[in-house]
């Protein structure tokens, strides 16, 4: 496994999940075995993902909304679609959940 590779994975998805958090929210990070490798899973509490959007979220430059926009200062829209490059990279494999108004789930699984 090339730990700097899954650290910058990580970092862009917690890094995501805390921007997209209220102060007084909540995100979690677990990683536990599995049979068929590791499965990490970064959980918040923040505004969620538009059901339309979830599709799209790992496609690069995209944002789901006008309010995430660049001139926002919210990043280039490239953090899932690395996180994802490298996950695949090692194997593995992606995915996410999201109810608006409820937070975000994204979990992967590298053998």
Request: charged share 25%; net charge positive.
């Amino acid at each position: 496994m090339d730990t700097q590779a899954i650290g910058r994975a990580l970092n862009n998805l917690i890094g995501n999940a805390l921007r997209h958090t209220p102060d007084q929210g909540r995100v979690s990070v677990w990683a536990h075995r599995t049979g068929k490798g590791i499965e990490v899973t970064i959980s918040d509490t923040g505004e969620g993902i538009r059901e339309e959007d979830l599709p799209h979220v790992f496609e690069s430059f995209y944002r789901g909304d006008a309010a995430r926009s660049r001139s926002r200062g919210t990043g280039a829209g490239l953090g899932l679609a690395i996180a994802r490059g490298i996950v695949q990279a090692h194997g593995g494999e992606i995915r996410v959940e999201s109810k608006p108004g409820r937070g975000t789930l994204f979990t992967f699984n590298i053998p």
